[in-house]
Structure formats: structure tokens, C-alpha cells
């Protein structure tokens, strides 16, 4: 069985089962204090080329942020599209402050007033006049702030400049806040193989949203390819702490590996590479499921849609995936 598209829940938009996201094209940035919020160097043509060999592969749903490069993610993004973008849906995010030609983040903004002007400068960097998802990127605002968020982008609705809007948090608490709203359309969430999020699925089943899944490949660990330390500029050589299997950053974390490694015979069945089949237990798991795996080259844009034609995991691999994981 195929799984080719996906309807994002009450809103009737519609999408490929699998959209790409756009963080790592957006290049190196950091925080005001030198970490590295970047996946590392990238070749802004590559990216381009691997936009076009996505949409000509049946990809339709692109998910960056404003602040992915501090905007170079989304100009990138939107000199790909072109005179396609009709054919797609753009999702971007705000709250987060950045000094563009510094390349660094440097705070937060959770006023509706902030969320306005964003919302401007994404539509003139994405060269587009709507967005179709626009999405709060603070996942740890506070609830009554986001209310006030939620109806201004209520207000976006109305004038035709979104289309749908999310949060992007890992709260089902917080997520639900949004889903009041009529034309909330979706959260975005973290959600793979080896980290699953049961409270935020029942929530998006409960409130007809859909499921949009970052770090579908657990920041490149269920690509099977990173083992090494990292390049400086990339994310994962000074992770986070939010940035789980990565250790000290010496590489990816040895019991996290170990959990892949178990869970490779039953991914890679089917004729699948390992990433395919991480992304083929996303949508076994959920009717609701869009996974959005990262990609800087045509490579990865090849293996990540190439996932869409194999489809979801069979019940019986679900199953064996969660024996070998002791859940």
C-alpha cells in the first residue's frame, strides 16, 4: 500500500506524506554565546538543485524557519520554489530574534506585534504573499501568551496571509492551547523510531491535527551514515541539551548506536535503507504523520522521498520494532 498524501487534519490541506525540512540548507549560525546552531557549511546551488529533485519526486511540503540561517534558509528556499510555488505548502515559524549579518540568535519575542512583523519579512525573504503553515517556534511559551498568539493568528487567517497555523512544541499541554483555535491545522513535534511521543499522537487524533515530525532520523542517527565527531559549525559537535544520542559531542552516543543497530534488520527489510525505513514506521504509526527528514544534497533528497513509493511498516514489523526496543 501506498502512502502518498496526507490531509492535514480539519484544515483540508493537502500534502505529500513526506515533507523535507529546511533547517540544515539555511547553513551555519550560532547562538550569542558561539554555539553552533547550524548543520555546517552548505552549497546554496546543491540546495537548490535538490529542491527541484524533490518536487519532481512528489514532494510538496517544505517546513523551514525564520531563523534557520537567520534567514537564509527561507530566501534559499523561496528562490527554489519559484513559479512552483503554488503547486506546494511552505511552512515557516517565528518568535525566535536573530542579527541576520551576524548569523547569530539573540533572544525571543512572544508579542503579537513581534509576530506581525515576522510574518512580513518571511513573506519578502520566501518571496510569497501567504504562508500556508505559519507555526509559533518558542515551545516553551507560556500558555496564556500563546492564547493571545493563537487569535492573532486567527487574525492572519482572515486576511489571507496564512492559511493554517501551529506550534511547534513537545507540551501536548501547550499544543492543545492551540488546537482551540479553528484553524489550527497541526503541531510539529519531535517523534522517530527511537523516540516516541503517544501523549502528542492521541492529542492530534483527539483534536484533528496533523502529526508534523522533526527529527524524524533522530538528528541523522537512523541515517546510519554519522558515527564520527562532527565538522565544528554543525549542531551536533557541541549538542544542546535538548539534543539527545550526541553525547560530548565526540559523536553519536554508543547506546543510542547500539539501539539502531537492533533495529536495522527490520528498518532495511522491504528493500528499504535504514533512514526509508525509519520514515516507513512514522506513518505506521499515525494516519496523521508527516515527517519532515533534513537534506543538504540531491543524494538525500533521492533516498528521503524514495521512501514515499515503499510505504508505511506492516503492523507485524510495528510490533517486532517495539520487542526489540522493550516497550
Known amino acids: 500500500m501506498e502512502t502518498t498524501t496526507r490531509t492535514w487534519g480539519r484544515s483540508g490541506i493537502e500534502v505529500s506524506a513526506l515533507g523535507f525540512g529546511c533547517w540544515a540548507i539555511g547553513g551555519e549560525w550560532q547562538s ?182 522533526r527529527s524524524p532520523l533522530a538528528m541523522g542517527l537512523l541515517t546510519g551514515k554519522r558515527r564520527g565527531s562532527m565538522e565544528a559549525g554543525d549542531i551536533r559537535s557541541r549538542p544542546p541539551a535538548w539534543l539527545q544520542g550526541f553525547g560530548d559531542g565526540s559523536g553519536a552516543d554508543p547506546e543510542w548506536l547500539a539501539r539502531v543497530d537492533a533495529l536495522r534488520e527490520v528498518l532495511t527489510g522491504d528493500g528499504r535503507t535504514l533512514a526509508q525505513g525509519a520514515l516507513a514506521w512514522l506513518w505506521a504509526r499515525s494516519p496523521r504523520t508527516v515527517p519532515i527528514p533534513g537534506f543538504r544534497s540531491v543524494a538525500q533528497a533521492e533516498e528521503n522521498a524514495g521512501a514515499m513509493a515503499k510505504g508505511p511498516l506492516t503492523p507485524g514489523q510495528l510490533a517486532e520494532i517495539d520487542r526489540l526496543l522493550g516497550r
Open 32 to 213: 550569542a554565546d558561539g554555539q553552533p546552531l547550524g548543520w555546517g557549511k552548505v552549497d546554496d546551488e546543491e540546495s537548490v538543485r535538490a529542491v527541484h529533485r524533490a518536487l519532481d519526486l512528489g514532494v510538496t511540503f517544505f517546513d523551514t524557519a525564520d531563523v534557520y540561517g537567520t534567514g537564509h534558509s527561507e530566501r534559499v528556499l523561496g528562490r527554489a520554489l519559484g513559479k512552483r510555488r503554488a503547486d506546494v505548502v511552505v511552512a515557516t515559524k517565528w518568535g525566535n530574534v536573530f542579527d541576520a549579518p551576524a548569523r547569530t540568535l539573540t533572544g525571543a519575542d512572544d508579542s503579537p506585534s513581534y509576530a506581525r512583523r515576522a510574518l512580513t519579512a518571511s513573506l519578502r525573504r520566501l518571496g510569497t504573499d501567504y504562508v500556508d503553515l505559519y507555526q509559533l517556534h518558542l515551545s516553551d511559551a507560556e500558555p496564556e501568551q500563546a492564547a493571545q498568539l493563537r487569535d492573532v493568528c486567527e487574525e492572519f487567517v482572515k486576511e489571507g496571509i496564512v492559511r493554517a497555523y501551529a506550534w511547534s512544541t513537545d507540551d501536548p499541554a501547550r499544543a492543545a492551547v492551540f488546537a482551540e483555535g479553528e484553524h489550527c491545522a497541526a503541531v510539529q513535534h519531535a517523534l522517530n523510531v527511537l523516540q516516541d511521543a503517544p501523549d502528542m499522537l492521541a492529542l492530534c487524533e483527539e483534536s484533528e491535527l496533523a502529526s508534523i515530525n
